[in-house]
């Protein structure tokens, strides 16, 4: 739709940036912090582990300092659970508690809002090891992992984030490091481990709720708008099933308590149905998010399957859909550019998706990442001309101001990344950040900070409220 007039950024709106624990923090065995599966599992050949990551740990301040300076109004990050609960559950960690205290104080002395992700992708080892997500005790550990934090930074944190994509956990499970790959079923282990999840994220939206009354919760998945790759009605019908398994199994579940009728049934006809015991529906009906925060990096285009053989499985990318035999097959979009890592870039599906999201939640959006990875070059004179990230950025937010126009509720944006990280599965040499980590793969370097120049061009979008771009 055309709009002659566009609708501004509201006064307030959350301009910030993201990271996660695992990919930024390092310091992964140090003061008292327990192992996470991510500490656990193994990394791509050539792409370095998160030991030391971009050592914000040590060097929060100064990186906290940076962000005050590019002008952030919020700062996404996570809490690493082995930090707070080293074994997962049993005794608290007091110097876990102190640095998250610290870092949040920090914030604020700056202004910048915590927007706290409760659990990214970093389950305690120690959990793991008594089945993880597949064993329901991992429900409890987690609703008690939760009360400490509302108990301890409840007072100051007013965005809390329950699971970051859950959805693509599963999708993706082997990549994530939570699926066990001795058990005969592994698919349907991870449906299981979905409801489990399902059941601790509505546990701790309620205990939020009760603890920081001023407080608002929300879910955190991967969310993209799905395009049959025709108008053939086959091809329109593919688009519904992967998004009713990629995006409205866990929305749905999360906003309204139900299952998807849709991916439920999908479910049932690969033999994947979790074990739903006496009250737990009650459970997920009960609790209400205040908001959606969702990622989203790209659509997906997908066809009809043709055969139920043929389709392979898609492992190992959370933004390439390749397919499911009988359900859907993906396909590459011919009107899209693709970032150097293979991910399509779509900005008008950016507003797309906010829409749809929009329609079918009637809820505050905020949009927890969004961002390009891309092998970024430090030219003499500590220099990173990442004008391709600029570009990105700009027609993005470009097209959130379109979608608020169109009527869309949407609180803030943080693109992925505040700063430099190890990608989950693409190493240090896939950059994301504003700020430039300086070490590579293997060689730590001096890790010294250094400002690109979309740093200096996100500083000036969040200074005129996203008038100039
Ligand atoms: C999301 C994760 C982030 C981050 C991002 C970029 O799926 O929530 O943790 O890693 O994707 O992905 P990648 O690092 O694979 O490029």
Known sequence: MYHS???????????????????????????GKGPSVIDMGSYPEGTSDFKVASDHYHRYKED??????????????????????????GEINPKGIAFYNDLINELL????????????????????????WSNRETIDAYENYAKTLFKYFGDRVRYWLTINEQNMMILYGSAIGIVNPNVENP?????????????????????????????????????????????????????????SIRNWLCLDA???????????????????????????MEILESAKPDFIAFNYYATSTVAESKNNTSDKNSIGDQQIAIGEPGIYHGVSNPYLEKTQFGWEIDPVGFRNTLRELNDRYNLPLLVTENGLGAYDRLEEG????????????????????????????????????????????????????????????????????????????????????????
């Open 109 to 132: 002395s700056h202004n910048i809002e915590p927007i706290v992700t409760m659990y990214h992708f970093d389950l305690p080892y120690a959990l793991q090891e008594k089945g993880g």
């Open 187 to 243: 698919q349907k282990e991870l449906y299981q481990q979905n409801h489990h999840m399902l059941l601790a994220q509505a546990k701790a939206i309620n205990l939020c709720h009760e603890m920081c009354p001023n407080a608002r919760i929300g879910p955190a998945p991967n969310i993209c708008a799905v395009y049959p790759a025709s108008s053939k009605p086959e091809d329109v019908l593919a688009a519904y099933n992967f998004s």
């Open 254 to 280: 999360a906003v309204f308590g139900r299952y998807n009728s849709v991916a439920w049934s999908y479910m049932e006809e690969k033999g994947y149905t979790p074990t739903i015991q006496e009250g737990d």
């Open 64 to 89: 906290i300092a940076l962000f005050a300076e590019m002008g952030l109004k919020a700062y996404r990050f996570s809490i690493a659970w082995t930090r707070i609960y080293p074994q997962g559950t």
């Open 382 to 469: 500590d220099v990173v001309n990442d004008d391709y990230r600029i570009e990105f950025l700009r027609k993005h937010i470009e097209q959130a101001r379109l979608a608020i126009t169109d009527g869309v509720n949407l609180i803030g944006y943080c693109p992925w990344s505040a700063i430099d990280l190890v990608s989950t599965h693409q190493g240090v040499s896939k950059r994301y950040g504003f700020i430039y980590v300086n070490r590579d793969e293997f060689d730590l370097k001096d890790l010294r900070r250094i400002r690109k120049k979309s740093f200096y061009w996100y500083k000036n979008v969040i200074k005129s409220n996203g008038q100039e771009l």
């Open 5 to 31: 007039k566009r609708k501004d950024f509201e006064e307030g709106f959350l301009w910030g940036a993201s990271t996660s624990a695992y990919q930024v923090e390092g310091a992964w065995n140090e003061d």
